[in-house]
């Protein structure tokens, strides 16, 4: 796969990510991949309902990991735990 469709297909599932109620995306960095391995990975920046609007970001890791032009899944992992909903099977 080239870098474009690397990550257009990376977006696509950041996009199409469920996060789980209350729980915003409030930035993103860029897209980490190492050519031999299938997945991509990078850093998200959550809110939680329940913080207040002075607190610090929620720093969180979102992994990709694609085969053959198609997403096999899609996690997020914040403190060692997976939260919101994978996507599996997205084309």
């Not at 409030?26 to 897209?31: I, L």
């Not at 991949?33 to 391995?37: L, P, Q």
């Not at 994978?86 to 084309?91: D, M």
């Given at each position: 796969m080239?870098v474009?469709s690397?990550?257009?297909?990376?977006?696509k599932?950041?996009?199409?990510?469920?996060f789980?109620v209350?729980?915003?995306v409030?930035?993103?960095?860029?897209?980490e991949?190492?050519?031999?391995?299938t997945?991509?990975?990078?850093?998200?920046?959550?809110?939680f309902?329940?913080?207040?609007?002075?607190?610090?970001?929620?720093?969180?890791?979102?992994?990709?990991?694609?085969?053959n032009?198609?997403?096999?899944?899609a996690?997020c992992?914040w403190?060692?735990?997976?939260i919101?909903s994978?996507?599996?099977?997205?084309?």
């Open positions: 080239n474009d690397i990550r257009k297909l990376a977006n599932a950041l996009e199409e990510y469920d789980g209350g729980v915003n409030e930035a993103v960095n860029g897209w991949y190492d050519s031999g391995s997945e991509v990975t990078c850093a998200v920046f959550l809110k309902e329940e913080d207040s609007p002075e607190d610090d970001t929620h720093l969180a890791h979102f992994t990709v990991d694609l085969a032009d198609k997403i096999n899944y996690s992992s403190n060692g735990e997976v919101g994978a996507v599996s099977e997205v084309q």
